[in-house]
């Protein structure tokens, strides 16, 4: 059981200094009353200033990574980009432990889903690498004599990669390899909440482009808020606006990429549910979920947040995760503890959004059944510890439609496979979703086109903790970008289709005759 002592915020604070300077990161200012600030959830309080950018700065910042693109990058062969992407794999395999620490500090992880974050970034370093010597165009028939028609990948320019708080850096790091592999140089704006882990990782980006003389300029970092990014989304010069975070976010980028004309990939918001059928394996049913739904402390855009459970099991079944849950509640606090499971919610502002939605649970006639107090409170005011919650609810009203980034597990019930499919697939969001059966029609259904309606679909297992090698995103409000890994390298590239005439003749296609 953790120990229920909090850290004082000045241990942690001299702990993120010594973890940046491992990193390779040095001046962080020392003045008082610089505009930006680092925070700790662990304890709520100010770690210490921190010098955000100005939009002309961003606007700098841009201008460089794109000359970078123009004079260097976008002509240097892919194999050689690889070997930067290579070299930062190197040092995030010696810094792994900095750099979780920084994650710990920043976002509240605890240490092995912290350490487990930095081993994501490593795996796309090494897909990235490969991905160097794998960006192929197809060659198809023309219908035309000797002539050749073939396609051929180009990088596209700056991408503007803005990241939320709950991924710090394996979302960067998506982006971010698969880009500068792809030939793109890249700006970064971080979460506001996380500027700690960002200077982290573009340290050691920085110490890795040294090491193999890449330009300096390929990657930049702007830390900031929304007005920061927004200076990204509206600069024409930024080819690919790559966003992640709220739904609300992504409304806002959108028509404003849109209007330039520009490329954007959105990665947004998920409200991911379980069907559990009566053949499920109640065993995996309850470890799945519960990682699901109350890891990070349901702070994962694939959080298991609705679990949709036949009548016939859902007594035990939901037996099992409530017990589960009331060991949980005794394995809240401090992140950096071994046995501590949840960790503190990042802001305030997820524990009021918990509380309310509870409350709306319950005026549509939920019950909670276990969990959804404040913990620690008296250790650390202004921190935010919970016991994730499970609510059994009589149907999906619209609060159990929203995306509450919070642990609240709703349950509910169905009768036929589908009415189950229904309840999943009626809210607005489609990032992630599970069965669990041992009935493989029922999975195959699940699977197929008349299924779920997700961007990422799992039998058997929860809906969180999406491995690297996948395209990883979802449809509908979520909205509708791929990253990582399969061929979502292509969203980073564009493809031009090249005929080529060897033949001395020319024949028009479609047999047209002209002159
Ligand atoms: P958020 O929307 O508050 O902020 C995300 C980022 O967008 C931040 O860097 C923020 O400064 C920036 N931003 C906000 N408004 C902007 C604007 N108008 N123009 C430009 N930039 C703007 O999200 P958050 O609270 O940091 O993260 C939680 C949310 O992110 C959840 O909804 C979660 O589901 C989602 N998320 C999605 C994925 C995914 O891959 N689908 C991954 C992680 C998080």
Known sequence: MPNGALPDTRSLAERARIALERCGTTGLPEAVGAPGRARTPITGQDLFPLEFATPVEAENAVAAAHAAFTSTWRDTPAPERGRLVHRL?????????????????????????????VQEMIDICDFAVGLSRQLYG?????????????????????????TAFNFPVAVWSWNTCVALVCGDTVVWKPSETTSLTALGCHGLLMRAAADVGAPADVHRVVLGGADIGRTLVD??????????????????VAPRVAARMGRYLLELGGNNAAVVTPSADVDLVVRGSVFAAAGTAGQRCTTLRRLIVHEDVVEEVTERIVNAYEQLGGRVGDPFEEDTLVGPLVSERGYEA?????????????????????????????AFYVEPAVVRMPGQAE???????????YVMTYRTLEEAVELHNGVPQGLSSAIFTQDQAEAERFLSSAGSDCGIVNVNIGTSGAEIGGAFGGEKDTGGGRESGSDSWKAYMRRATNTVNYGGELPLAQGVRFL
């Open 89 to 117: 794999g190197e040092l995030l395999r010696e810094h792994k432990a900095d750099l979780a620490e920084l994650v710990t500090i920043e976002a509240g992880k605890i240490r092995s889903e912290a350490l487990g974050e």
């Open 138 to 162: 197809r060659t198809m028939p023309s219908e035309r004599p000797g002539h050749r028609l073939m396609e051929t990948w180009h990088p596209l320019g700056v991408v503007g990669v803005i």
């Open 235 to 252: 600069d024409p010069r930024v080819a690919l606006v790559s966003a992640t975070g709220s739904t609300a976010m992504g409304r806002a």
């Open 354 to 382: 918990m509380r309310a939605a509870l409350e709306r649970a319950r005026a549509d006639g939920g019950r909670v059944l276990v969990g959804g107090e404040r913990r620690l409170e008296k250790d650390a005011a202004e």
């Open 399 to 409: 609060v159990v439609r929203e995306e509450t980034f919070a642990p609240i597990l």
